[in-house]
């Protein structure tokens, strides 16, 4: 299904919780809704399910206006935070009751359901109540129920945000997997920036009920719109401009916010041309890779990431660190710096993620 | 140590408040023999007594089992009232909790009486509120009807709707999320707000006794009959009565008790809030 909204508008009271939202989503993808809490993602979801009535604008789905649409009649299927799972039914009622809403045969509903038990890998829980399932389960069975009738829509609102971080991951790539399978336009709600950039084929970045801005991960990873964008997807290093910097002679006269992300950073032993000398002053190991602290000679530190498992720095040692590109943002433009000069081939590169 | 002695304290106040007086009234019941007591409780006052008794109940179980619970959906889930609206509603539903029932079947009269204006009213379209069954099914109503609302407006926020919007997202309209999901969720606390009121409506004795005047054969009730028996120094019928009354308290007690095991929704504090208002209710007799 094609989704287009226009200029939404939601009020609770006198707060504007979503503000001339307008954006447009392709058959088959998978978008995330991402933004700090409060933003209203949940809002703008629950008006594409019909939960919630928008104030002004309209929904398009395929081309039509479903405004007037009660929830019954879209054809969407909508997973709640929660899970909202009926506490009365057990496994096979719960994922059932779409379908006996439509009306099926007996047998065609037995099938579908145990299908979708297979699909969500719970078979033989059907006689399970839902205070007798884990929270992964629970999120199992809510998913099987939404995809039970067959949705054109599939609206996730935080899937994941009860589950522990290890199932998440798991879940998090098996969902992913299944959506792709198929075929299903799915919008799915997240306030954690890693979990939107491994999920989404389009994020849609919401903040105090507006859209910041649109596009792929890598697209908003890499160009960020705001300093909000820059620093709310993926880490980063903010500077105060402007600061004197080897390789980047405009950041003299620059005066505004400047981003660099810590794969554009890069450390060596040596140093060469375009080099800004440095020392270690904290190094984390987490797990895969060092966090590493350093201090330029211009006072100003950097966080950066070395991939693997040996220590090859060490506290307090100088360091050579080139880095590849900037972000700078002022009230009226954003700019994209790269380094002057060009990466010096022979000296041994330690770093790059 | 505390423990025991906690228990030991419990122990004696029930045996005090509850056994004795109960173990009482059936030695007194039986006291001159199953006959009598049969003859008590078969005598035409008697009789005309539960009959009463038994209408006003139905009727207020009836009304306070709509109306209450039509207006535990408003509490907990109306969307236009304002909070101050909505903490005024909620100080008149348990208005009744803190007024004497006595007092009750005063504002009554005071509102309905021959001499007052609606009283006239009604007096001339031919219908007798006060000193009539009209008057009492009113003073019960006001005594009991804090019951089924308070049983169920706490179940109705505590589910939240978002499974009756799971439903709705699933095709279901709204007649069917009612009988599908809320019905499921809410009938234990309903079916025991029925029984509280049940239990309540049949042993109300101050309110009744202000409004109806106690006349026998016509608007005399079970508990006012035992009165006006114990008044006149009769004590085999009076605390054969009584003795009827009691076996259906612990009859409702049984009740309770069962549903409180079937309902699905296991809330701990809920529970032995009711446990404590049923003990209240049938000791309050
Ligand atoms: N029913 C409501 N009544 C009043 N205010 C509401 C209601 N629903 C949401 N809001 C307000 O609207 C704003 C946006 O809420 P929303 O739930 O859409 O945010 P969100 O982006 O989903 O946040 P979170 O990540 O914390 O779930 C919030 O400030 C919230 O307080
Ligand atoms: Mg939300």
Not at chain 1, 26 to 33: A, D, F
Not at chain 1, 118 to 132: A, F, N, R, S, T
Not at chain 1, 267 to 278: D, F, I, L, S
Not at chain 2, 70 to 98: C, N, W, Y
């Amino acid at each position: 299904m094609r989704i287009e909204v226009r200029q939404l508008e939601k009020r609770f009271g006198s707060f504007q919780a979503v503000d001339n939202v307008s954006f447009s989503i392709e058959q088959g993808q998978l978008v995330g809704l991402l933004g700090p809490s409060g933003g209203g993602k949940t809002s703008i979801l629950r008006m594409l399910a019909g939960l919630e009535m928008p104030d002004q604008g309209e929904i398009f789905f395929d081309g039509k206006i479903v405004n007037p649409i009660p929830p019954q009649k879209r054809g969407i299927g909508f997973v709640f935070q929660h899970y909202a799972l009926f506490p009365h039914m057990d496994v096979f009622e719960n994922i059932a009751y779409g379908l006996r809403v439509q009306k099926r045969k007996k047998a065609v509903i037995r099938e579908r359901v145990y299908e979708l038990l297979h699909i969500v890998g719970l078979e033989g829980m059907e006689k399970k109540y839902p205070h007798q399932l884990s929270g992964g389960q629970k999120q199992r069975v809510a998913l099987a129920r939404a995809l039970a009738p067959e949705p054109k829509l599939l609206l996730l609102d935080e899937p994941f945000s009860a589950i522990d971080a290890q199932v998440r991951k798991e879940l998090r790539r098996w969902l992913r997997g299944l959506i792709e399978q198929l075929g299903m336009t799915t919008v799915f709600v997240t306030h954690d920036q890693e979990e939107a950039i491994e999920l989404a084929d389009q994020l849609i970045v919401v903040r105090e009920g507006k859209v910041e801005q649109q596009g792929t991960p890598w697209d908003i990873y890499r160009n960020p719109v705001s300093p909000f964008i820059a620093s709310f997807v993926g880490e980063t290093n903010r500077w105060q401009g402007p600061v004197k910097l080897a390789g980047f002679p405009e950041l003299d006269r620059f005066h505004g916010s400047l981003f660099i992300r810590p794969e554009w950073i890069h450390m060596r032993r040596e140093g060469g041309p375009g080099h800004e000398k440095g020392m270690v002053k904290q190094i984390r190991y987490q797990g895969g890779r060092w966090q590493i602290e350093v201090e330029l000679a211009n006072g100003l530190h950097l966080l950066t990431f070395i991939q693997g498992d040996h220590h090859i720095f060490s506290l307090g040692q100088q360091v050579s660190i080139w880095i590849e590109r900037a972000l700078g943002f002022t009230d009226k433009e954003v700019r994209a710096f790269e380094c002057a000069s060009p990466k010096t081939v022979n000296a041994p590169a330690l770093s790059s993620v | 140590m505390s423990r025991a002695v906690m228990i030991a304290s419990t122990v004696v106040w029930l045996l005090l408040v509850l056994i004795l007086p109960f173990s009482g009234v059936v030695t007194a019941a039986f006291s001159e023999g199953t006959a009598s007591m049969v003859n008590a409780l078969t005598s035409r006052e008697a009789t005309h007594a539960f009959t009463i008794t038994g209408i006003v109940t139905v009727i207020v179980v009836l009304f306070n089992g709509i109306v209450g619970t039509m207006l535990a959906f408003e509490l907990a889930r109306g969307k236009r009232q304002t909070k101050r609206l909505s903490a005024v509603l909620h100080a008149i539903v348990d208005l009744p909790f803190s007024v004497s029932p006595v007092i009750a079947g005063l504002m009554i009269l005071l509102i309905f009486g021959p001499s007052t204006m609606l009283g006239t009213f009604f007096g001339h379209i031919g219908v007798k509120i006060v000193f009539a069954l009209p008057g009492m099914v009113l003073a019960t109503i006001f005594v009991t009807f804090p019951l089924m609302v308070r049983e169920i407006a706490p179940v109705l926020t505590a589910i939240g709707t978002t499974a009756e919007e799971a439903a709705a997202t699933l095709g279901a309209g709204p007649v069917r999320t009612f009988w599908t999901v809320t019905w499921p969720m809410i009938r234990w606390a309903v079916g025991y707000g029925l029984v509280l009121t049940m239990a309540r409506s049949v042993g109300e004795f101050g309110a009744v006794l202000v409004v109806s005047g106690n006349i026998m054969n016509q608007t005399q009730t079970a508990t006012t009959l035992i009165y006006q028996h114990a008044v006149n120094n009769e004590m085999v019928a009076a605390n054969s009565i009584a003795f009827v009354l009691g076996m259906f308290s612990a009859c409702v007690l049984l009740v309770l008790e069962w549903m409180k095991q079937r309902k699905e929704g296991k809330k701990d504090a809920h529970r032995s809030a009711a446990v404590g208002k049923a003990i209240w209710i049938v000791s309050s007799r």
